[in-house]
């Protein structure tokens, strides 16, 4: 039973175009995330919510807009994509300090 | 300068070795620090995490923080091809609700 999960697993889309990720963990945990790990790795924190509430916002285009209806979904829409938002986006939970992650979803943009 | 500074690799190594990977901060208000193990279009999995300073040991595995020297190790010992990945290192604050990361190793073991 998957703990973190998200959907879809692979995107490509052409440039301008909006496209959503949806995540759902079953583990209980009340913090939710989106990292973004770019083409060398490098793995930044996008968002944070806690039961539902934005605590954390890192400088993240306008265009990128998260959005959790309950403290067990935590989606991500993205407006007039660009080819630099191809990536790898990464949803995760947690209760204390550590975080669990889903299996990423890997966007390309064209 | 990153935060979290990490050798992006990649390590090559022979079956059975010990493995050393590391990483060096520049806040020293961190206090949670971890090692995540990622393998090939897979998310993050935790495989340790310490709190302040101090060893933690399980398994094969051994976690070091010096937090005097802002420097904290992974070791790896008999090492297996199984291991291969790409290890990456994170932080966080006392009560901060998210973590830091470094770039990331990439560590081949050679049968």
């Known amino acids: 039973d998957t703990a973190v999960s998200q959907t879809p697993k692979y995107l490509v889309t052409q440039m301008g175009n909006d496209k959503s990720i949806k995540c759902e963990q079953n583990?209980?945990?009340?913090?939710m995330y989106w990292y973004k790990q770019d083409s060398k790795k490098f793995l930044k924190i996008m968002f944070s919510y806690n039961n539902k509430e934005l605590i954390i916002n890192e400088t993240v285009p306008n265009r990128f807009s998260p959005k959790s209806p309950d403290k067990a979904h935590l989606n991500l829409h993205i407006n007039s994509l660009e080819l630099g938002d191809s990536a790898v986006y990464f949803c995760?939970?947690?209760?204390?300090?550590?975080?669990?992650f889903g299996q990423g979803t890997r966007l390309t943009v064209v | 300068q990153k935060e979290v500074e990490q050798d992006p690799g990649p390590l090559s190594v022979p079956e059975g070795a010990i493995v050393s990977l590391n990483c060096t901060y520049s806040?020293?208000?961190?206090?949670?620090f971890m090692w995540y193990r990622q393998y090939s279009r897979k998310g993050p999995e935790l495989l340790m995490y310490?709190?302040?300073?101090g060893n933690k040991e399980d398994g094969r595995f051994t976690a070091q923080v010096d937090k005097s020297s802002k420097y904290i190790s992974l070791f790896i010992r008999d090492s297996q091809p199984s291991d291969s990945a790409t290890y990456l290192c994170a932080m966080s604050l006392e009560g901060a609700q998210k973590l830091v990361f470094g770039q990331g190793t990439r560590l081949t073991i050679n049968p």
């Open positions: 995760a939970s947690s209760q204390l300090f550590e975080a669990f």
């Open positions: 310490t709190y302040s300073s």
């Open positions: 583990l209980g945990h009340d913090t």
């Open positions: 806040n020293s208000a961190f206090q949670y």
